[in-house]
């Protein structure tokens, strides 16, 4: 009999509509869902928390991480539901602070169980099936939504509210569940670097904010966040921004981490194309580290672990470098 942990921490999936809004009320039956769609199952069912994604902490997600590696060794799957609005950062994050062959799934629902068309049961069925699935050992952390899977690091959330709302731009899902079977076309070439999370429960988290970078930026906004633990900027094209923030950003980041992605949701970020002021060589000259193939997002989640542990700034350019 396989035996799957279900790790519950809210979200949409867990809540109805009511005359207020949407609640988080009595669990769901999610065992009953399982076994009721797949026979002969063992769940055992850890309620890790109870809130909106939104509301989630650094110290919620990993613990959430810690959590689905305990279940990995005592289980044959597991699977995670989760709200959707940060479900991408977490999915990033387990791949980075878990290490196991056994499948961890991470799912959710777009609509409230009471819903017409709620997606709920039929995402997390599938989320079973994959995380059950021999063929989805070794490939690390997964999502899957609408009956797609997705590699943990690339699944995005691209949509506010429609059932459609993951995707890996810009590239593709790595299968499928179709009738019941579980099936992969592509699989990641390589894992992600193993990180963990250094922080006990009675320090402050790091505060990191992501800004993101257009026309008219001003030195006076950078201002602002000079007290800082790390600074996360997503910049135009493949890392540029204007001449006039050049000398602050360098004196920011003779004290903190100071990392620069693409906002542009495709491709990395440059290294040695543009000399001008502001381009990225001028950047990495003045310290500021590239983020390569992370977005803003991811490298905030991977920045916030790495300064959980105290990196110095070799180890934390030597880890943006290694991806």
């Given at each position: 009999?396989?035996?799957?942990?279900?790790?519950?921490?809210?979200?949409?999936?867990?809540?109805?509509?009511?005359?207020?809004?949407?609640?988080?009320?009595?669990?769901?039956?999610?065992?009953?869902?399982?076994?009721?769609?797949?026979?002969?199952?063992?769940?055992?069912?850890?309620?890790?928390?109870?809130?909106?994604?939104?509301?989630?902490?650094?110290?919620?997600?990993?613990?959430?991480?810690?959590?689905?590696?305990?279940?990995?060794?005592?289980?044959?799957?597991?699977?995670?539901?989760?709200?959707?609005?940060?479900?991408?950062?977490?999915?990033?994050?387990?791949?980075?602070?878990?290490?196991?062959?056994?499948?961890?799934?991470?799912?959710?629902?777009?609509?409230?169980?009471?819903?017409?068309?709620?997606?709920?049961?039929?995402?997390?069925?599938?989320?079973?099936?994959?995380?059950?699935?021999?063929?989805?050992?070794?490939?690390?952390?997964?999502?899957?939504?609408?009956?797609?899977?997705?590699?943990?690091?690339?699944?995005?959330?691209?949509?506010?509210?429609?059932?459609?709302?993951?995707?890996?731009?810009?590239?593709?899902?790595?299968?499928?569940?179709?009738?019941?079977?579980?099936?992969?076309?592509?699989?990641?070439?390589?894992?992600?670097?193993?990180?963990?999370?250094?922080?006990?429960?009675?320090?402050?988290?790091?505060?990191?904010?992501?800004?993101?970078?257009?026309?008219?930026?001003?030195p006076a906004v950078l201002e602002k966040l000079q007290d800082c633990d790390g600074l996360v900027l997503?910049?135009?094209?493949?890392?540029?921004?204007?001449?006039?923030?050049?000398?602050?950003?360098?004196?920011?980041?003779?004290?903190?981490?100071?990392?620069?992605?693409?906002?542009?949701?495709?491709?990395?970020?440059?290294?040695?194309?543009?000399?001008?002021?502001?381009?990225?060589?001028?950047?990495?000259?003045?310290?500021?580290?590239?983020?390569?193939?992370?977005?803003?997002?991811?490298?905030?989640?991977?920045?916030?672990?790495?300064?959980?542990?105290?990196?110095?700034?070799?180890?934390?350019?030597?880890?943006?470098?290694?991806?």
């Open positions: 009999m396989p035996h799957l942990h279900l790790l519950t921490t809210g979200g949409t999936i867990a809540m109805t509509a009511g005359a207020n809004g949407a609640q988080l009320g009595a669990p769901p039956p999610f065992v009953e869902v399982l076994t009721r769609a797949v026979p002969d199952l063992k769940v055992t069912v850890t309620p890790l928390l109870a809130k909106p994604s939104s509301g989630f902490s650094f110290a919620d997600i990993a613990g959430i991480a810690r959590a689905a590696e305990a279940a990995a060794s005592q289980g044959d799957g597991v699977v995670v539901t989760h709200g959707t609005d940060v479900l991408e950062e977490t999915a990033f994050a387990l791949e980075l602070l878990t290490r196991t062959g056994t499948p961890i799934v991470v799912t959710g629902a777009v609509r409230l169980a009471n819903q017409p068309g709620a997606d709920g049961d039929a995402n997390l069925v599938a989320a079973c099936r994959v995380a059950l699935s021999k063929a989805a050992r070794g490939k690390g952390v997964l999502v899957v939504f609408d009956d797609e899977i997705h590699w943990g690091p690339l699944a995005k959330k691209r949509h506010a509210f429609r059932t459609h709302a993951f995707s890996s731009e810009p590239f593709g899902p790595l299968g499928w569940v179709r009738e019941g079977v579980v099936r992969f076309t592509l699989t990641p070439e390589k894992r992600l670097p193993h990180l963990a999370w250094g922080q006990s429960s009675d320090m402050a988290a790091p505060a990191i904010p992501i800004l993101e970078v257009g026309p008219a930026m001003e997503a910049l135009p094209g493949g890392g540029h921004i204007a001449d006039t923030c050049t000398a602050l950003l360098e004196k920011m980041a003779g004290h903190m981490p100071v990392v620069f992605a693409s906002r542009t949701g495709g491709g990395e970020t440059l290294r040695q194309s543009y000399g001008y002021a502001g381009g990225e060589i001028d950047l990495i000259g003045r310290g500021l580290i590239p983020a390569g193939p992370l977005d803003g997002r991811r490298a905030r989640i991977a920045l916030a672990i790495l300064l959980s542990n105290k990196a110095s700034r070799e180890d934390i350019a030597g880890f943006f470098q290694a991806l």
